[in-house]
């Protein structure tokens, strides 16, 4: 074992080329995942607490709720929708980054929004009364607040991202960990050790590990920074 972790350290410091592309796959599609279900959720998210109407409260439950969805579940459903025979198999997604995408966006959109409307709701409700006086309308306000609570978006999106990072369930589905095409950090750990090659798996296991670390680190930060200015 201390032998494998000596060849994984060696493997990180000596810049391994499978590693490293591994790696830039792996941070390429959770960053475009969370970058797209950034720029859809968090105008939801802050709609979510701006605006009153209907069925509200529940809209919020369920996101709340679907932050713990099940991965494979994700990936049934995008590899159901983007097969050959699937309503999208025309676009040729499947065992492809882009499909992946849409199976980490999915994921992610449910944090963003949650973490979004619970991070705008509390400048709504302390200026959202001197916003409406001046006479902005409730959709003009929406830019202001997300402007307001940059603090918390930037948590939701790390929470989001720390989620893609780390998924594997969904992305070994519909993106099939082809090496060089749909290999990622954390599907390459699961064939890597089931092969029995421990450095590579342990240089990913480490390298996924310093950004899940570092990604909680900055997220709890940033919490408590916005909890206490």
């Not at 009153?52 to 996101?63: A, K, M, P």
């Not at 992946?100 to 973490?115: D, E, G, S």
Request: net charge positive.
């Amino acid at each position: 074992m201390a032998h494998a972790a000596g060849i994984a350290l060696g493997l990180i410091f000596g810049l391994d080329a499978d590693l490293l592309r591994i790696v830039r796959l792996s941070l390429s599609v959770s960053l475009s995942a969370v970058f797209l279900a950034s720029a859809l959720g968090m105008p939801l998210g802050a709609a979510l607490a701006v605006y009153s109407f209907r069925c509200r409260g529940t809209l919020i439950i369920v996101f709340n709720a679907l932050m713990g969805l099940p991965p494979v579940v994700v990936g049934l459903a995008v590899y159901l929708l983007l097969s050959h025979s699937g309503p999208l198999g025309a676009l040729g997604l499947l065992f492809t980054p882009g499909a992946m995408v849409t199976a980490q966006a999915i994921l992610v959109a449910p944090i963003v929004i949650a973490l979004t409307q619970r991070a705008v709701s509390d400048p709504w409700n302390a200026y959202g009364d001197a916003l409406l006086v001046d006479g902005a309308s409730r959709l003009r306000a929406i830019p202001v607040l997300l402007a307001m609570s940059g603090a918390g978006l930037l948590t939701a999106f790390l929470a989001g991202f720390g989620r893609a990072i780390a998924e594997v369930g969904a992305i070994i589905i519909v993106g099939g960990n082809i090496a060089g095409v749909t290999r990622t950090m954390t599907t390459a750990i699961v064939l890597e050790t089931s092969k029995g090659d421990l450095p590579l798996a342990l240089g990913l296991g480490m390298i996924l590990i310093a950004l899940s670390i570092a990604v909680s680190a900055c997220a709890f930060y940033l919490a408590r920074r916005g909890a206490h200015p």
